[in-house]
């Protein structure tokens, strides 16, 4: 089946990044949120990023315009009706999730295809919340999405050879790399190894091998990455590196994935109310 209208769940940062890129390689796009005030704030966050895609000569305003033009505002997921492809970008609650899947299942036509964009949460449960499991994948872009080149195409136990070659072909013609991801494993590629390091850099910390400013400059200068491990924590919230180590912990049963002390440490003291929000530099003030 030709994928031509892609709906999109979540209007957060990355949900209007996907939108963002999907628009731009001609899809029809449904952006949906429960409020409209949040699908409006992405609109106007891609407006502006393309708007400095055109000082830079990079695209024309009548390719913006058109770009924008291609997607539809939407706060009612009955919406979705016509999609060909929907796309779910919402926070990473696995029970939210599953209730976003039943309600997509409900509304969505049934030759449609479902992806979620998940960087952790197992694809095979959020297939079984649906009637179509065959038809369920995982399309993991990463952040920013209109910047970031990889999407990790991940099997669920049910998902066909159909699905897998539907979601990476609309990646690619997105302009992103895919790679699949075949067995439905915690952290897919990129984050298990990202969580490794993570976890690692957190105690060789602990252990007082390095202080956090040289750990991220070796990492930096050693193993050429574009940002040190703390500072690569901090830019995507430690909240949500906590979180996940937890899930791996949990669903690996695995020593190695508890999330060490100075991690539990700094969260909980965000959850007190001090420095709420705040990362691993902020605290060695």
């Known amino acids: ?25 001609g899809f029809q796009v449904v952006l949906n949120d ?3 005030s949040f699908v409006d704030r992405a609109v106007g966050r891609m407006d502006a990023f393309l708007s400095k895609s055109v000082e830079k000569g990079k695209m024309s305003e009548e390719q913006k315009i058109q770009t924008l033009g ?3 505002k939407s706060n009612d997921l009955s919406d979705f009706k016509d ?34 964009n998940t960087s952790s949460m197992p694809i095979t449960v959020l297939a079984n919340a649906t009637n179509r499991p065959e038809r369920v994948v ?15 195409i991940i099997r669920g136990y049910y998902t066909s050879d159909e699905t897998v070659k539907s979601a990476s072909e ?15 494993s915690p952290g897919f590629i990129v984050n298990r190894l990202m969580m490794a390091q993570y976890i690692e850099a957190i105690r060789l910390l602990e252990e007082g091998v390095a202080t956090m400013e040289d750990i991220d400059n070796a990492v930096k200068l050693g193993l050429n990455h574009p940002m040190g491990a703390f500072e690569l924590q901090d830019f995507g919230g430690i909240d949500i590196g906590y979180f996940v180590a937890e899930y791996f ?27 709420t929000g705040a990362g691993w530099f902020d605290y060695n003030k």
């Open 249 to 275: 912990h949990e669903e690996f049963k695995d020593i190695r994935w508890n999330p060490p002390q100075a991690l539990k440490a700094l969260i909980r003291a965000g959850r007190l109310g001090k420095k």
């Open 1 to 25: 089946m030709e994928i031509i209208k892609i709906g999109v769940m979540g209007a957060g940062a990355m949900g209007a990044g996907i939108a963002q890129v999907a628009a731009q390689a």
């Open 138 to 152: 995982g399309m993991h872009f990463f952040n920013p999405a209109p910047i970031m080149k990889l999407v990790e």
């Open 70 to 72: 291609r997607i539809s």
């Open 83 to 116: 999609v060909d492809l929907a796309i779910e970008v919402i926070i990473e609650d696995l029970d939210l999730k599953k209730k976003a899947f039943a309600q997509m299942d409900s509304v969505c036509k049934p030759e449609a295809f479902f992806a979620s």
């Open 170 to 184: 609309v990646a690619q013609k997105m302009g992103k790399t895919t790679v699949e991801v075949k067995k439905d």
């Open 34 to 36: 429960i409020d409209m």
